[in-house]
């Protein structure tokens, strides 16, 4: 028995490995994107307002009933997060999901003991986007952004902007602990930004009909956490039988 879960493990963890493959292959693309991170900075006010107002709420799972967060502190800005950030509006611009166009997850791309990621495309102003995020009309399943921006578990946000052809992409990144809180210049610029991405990839100009918005994980990130859980249980009935 033990050695017919040892092959079966190991065809599991190859199978995963298939995944993978996805990522093995990368090659470096650069666009020039223009930031706009004295807006992208704004919003952190806007967070902060939710955070400690009393519409610090969601919608809990059956609709019906809310979840009233009380108590929240207030966001500090990570400009160490920020450079993540804008790297991240960067690469949204050739994929829009929470996968990077390496084939990694987003938040493996930092640190932190509790971290998520909040990211749009197409709204023109810090304003609008920041209206959209905090999904005040959404039931639960549309309020990830919100649950986000409401997590006691985090205390910092680094937030960027990129529009490319014309095109804006936003970012907000959540982590706990705390980063670098020492400012730094905002940039406004016009700036290339080199992005590794897999081969045969997006590249520049490929992600040109990005949603609006985007709420959770795509299908490469599902299959991964799919794969993850199978070695997982296989792992644990192997050792059973040790």
Known sequence: MKRVLSVILSLIIACSGLTCVFAAGTKEVSIEVTY????????????????????AWYWNRDNTTKTYCTGLSALVYDYELEKFAMLRAAEIALN???????????VDGFTGTTRAENIAAGYTSAEMVQEAFEEVNDDYSGQGHRRNMLNSSITAVGIACAEYNGRRYWIQEFRAPTGSTVETVANDGLTTVTVTVSDGGSTPGDNQDSQDEDGGA???D???AFFRSIIDFFIM???SFN
């Not at 829009?96 to 997850?105: A, E, Q, V």
């Open 96 to 106: 829009f999901s929470h996968t990077r166009p390496d084939g990694t997850l987003s």
């Open 222 to 224: 599902a299959i991964i």
């Open 237 to 239: 009935l192997f050792n």
């Open 36 to 55: 706009h991170q004295t807006e992208a900075r704004s919003i952190l006010g806007r967070i902060n307002e939710l955070r400690t107002s009393a519409d």
């Open 218 to 220: 795509n299908w490469f």
